[in-house]
Nanobody, 125 residues
Framework: QVQLAESGGGLVQAGGSLRLSCAASGRAFSMYHIGWFRQAPGKEREFVAA????????YYADSVKGRFTISRDNAKNTVYLQMNSLKPEDTAVYYC??????????????????WGQGTQVTVSS
């Protein structure tokens, strides 16, 4: 089992950058697949980025491809989401998620059993 805690959110102007962190507690963090999702008010939670545990393949939503980068530091039990060229439409609560099992649907919230509490990202125009 793993517990996740996001940090690094805040208010930033359009075009700016933020780096979100997701700190994990528990053993064998390197064995977990990781996903970042976001949820804007009145909208469903949507996929942002994912990172496999061993192959380290990365996946991105089309809306963030080329602007966001997901990475992990297993020695620090931490996953990062570097967000550049932020847009007002990136405003949302961002969540990290994890699971040891990989069913192939990295973009689906049901792929992940463990979730953090979320961190707010607000991008002003």
């Amino acid at each position: 089992q793993v517990q996740l805690a996001e940090s690094g959110g805040g208010l930033v102007q359009a075009g700016g950058s933020l780096r979100l962190s997701c700190a994990a507690s528990g053993r064998a963090f390197s064995m977990y697949h990781i996903g970042w999702f976001r949820q804007a008010p009145g909208k469903e939670r949507e996929f942002v980025a994912a990172l496999r545990r061993i192959v380290t393949n990365t996946y991105y939503a089309d809306s963030v491809k080329g602007r966001f980068t997901i990475s992990r530091d297993n020695a620090k039990n931490t996953v990062y989401l570097q967000m550049n060229s932020l847009k007002p439409e990136d405003t949302a609560v961002y969540y990290c998620a994890a699971d040891q099992n990989y069913g192939g649907a990295y973009y689906n919230v049901y792929e992940y059993n463990y979730w953090g509490q979320g961190t707010q990202v607000t991008v002003s125009s």
